[in-house]
């Protein structure tokens, strides 16, 4: 196959979902949607409400209109650094929502405050994409589902590797069937600890409170795994999980865990989920074995593939739609209707991500 054949074959396979006939649509846009996103930010103890902060202060297709956080101090802290007026502060989400009415909100708040969010947001009509995970505990996590269906919106998820081309190449690789049939897979996600690489205060507040991020790495970065897991095996749940996890700096760490790891076992292939604040660097990696071969996909463009007993070769992965250039251009998009919703981001997929995280919990704190 030649290089622009191959190309266009992966651009085919981009988007691939539970449902393996589901694709990417653009359809026409309406000439109002040229105007910017109108987007209000729920929180901002997540420290990537600076990626939005950032983003609004340089953008033309994104307006933040509003901002909820009771914490004056870190407000104006903030606001001193990305230019926010006063006028842009609310302490809660209902006044925010009805005062400025965004068309969606961002969320960085704790995990455990992801679903009062979306019990506020869902009923007035207002999008929302959450970062990662969804909910650490499956009735949350329902719940939410509950609401989106029942209000008719989006409630989105957010994963830094949704945004990778080299993880969309590999998987539209063993979809089209040139490393498959898909045996094991590997992840491997997390960095030196959250404290190490400098998080602020009020995120590690919440990030190491296992009432308000439901454990440490084993949710932080252990719902990346379940995520690609359950996207690679089309939306199939385990037949079972298991889960072990451990404290490696207890001084650092004295009530979550900071090292865990997760096995999916599935009818056709294993899973096997490597999540950690104690790796030496900063780590994102993805390994597929079939038994035609094997890929390896690093972050963002960091791509190679293995034919059996062959050596390691480069490969350049296939740009994203223009859809997909960042998450906040996704959100404009499907707010919009201009583009299907990414599987890995639906309601659907992180509904399960968050069953197998609760299961993971309850094995660690039970012993079993």
């Given amino acids: 196959m030649g290089s622009r054949a191959f190309a266009l074959a992966i651009l085919a396979l981009l988007a691939p979902s539970a449902a393996r006939d589901q694709t990417l649509e653009t359809p026409m846009v309406d000439p109002e949607s040229d105007a910017p996103l109108r987007i209000a930010v729920v929180g901002l103890v997540h420290q990537h409400a600076e990626g939005l902060l950032w983003n609004a ?92 269906t029942e209000h008719g919106v989006q409630v989105l998820t957010n994963f830094e590797t949704s945004w990778y081309p080299s ?23 997390g960095h030196r600890g959250p404290r190490e690489i400098g998080c602020y205060e009020e995120f590690l507040a919440w990030l190491c409170d296992p009432e308000q991020n439901g454990g440490g790495a084993l949710v932080d970065f252990g719902c990346y795994g379940a995520a690609l897991a359950t996207w690679l095996m089309d939306g199939e749940r385990p037949l079972s999980v298991t889960a072990t996890a451990s404290t490696l700096k207890p001084e650092i760490y004295p009530d979550v865990d900071d090292d865990a790891t997760i096995v999916l076992r599935y009818p056709t292939a ?42 390691l070769e480069q490969v350049t992965p296939t740009p994203l739609p223009a859809a997909w250039a960042d998450e906040w251009t996704y959100l404009r998009h499907v707010v ?19 069953e197998i995280l609760d299961e993971a919990r309850r094995q660690v704190a039970s012993g079993r």
């Fill in 57 to 148: 202060a340089r953008r033309d297709d994104l307006e933040l209109v509003g901002v909820v956080e009771p914490d004056r101090e870190l407000f104006s802290r903030l606001a001193s650094k990305y230019g926010l007026g006063d006028e842009l502060r609310f302490d809660d989400t209902a006044t925010m929502l009805d005062a400025v009415q965004p068309e969606a909100v961002s969320v960085m708040t704790s995990i455990a405050d992801h679903l009062p969010v979306i019990e506020v947001c869902a009923p007035r009509g207002v999008h929302a994409l959450v970062e990662k995970p969804l909910a650490f505990d499956a009735a949350a996590a329902a719940r939410m589902a509950e609401l989106a």
């Fill in 167 to 189: 993880l969309r190449t590999a998987a539209a690789l063993v979809r089209d069937g040139s490393f498959a049939p898909l045996r094991r897979m590997v992840f491997r996600h």
């Fill in 270 to 311: 294993t899973a096997v989920i490597g999540a950690s604040w104690a790796w030496t660097h900063d780590n994102k990696e993805m390994d597929l074995h079939s038994e035609t071969g094997s890929l390896h996909a690093g972050k963002w463009n960091s791509l190679a593939r293995r034919a059996p007993d062959g050596e």
């Fill in 336 to 354: 919009r209707g201009e583009c299907e919703v990414d599987p890995l981001s639906s309601i659907d997929l992180n509904v399960i991500v968050a």
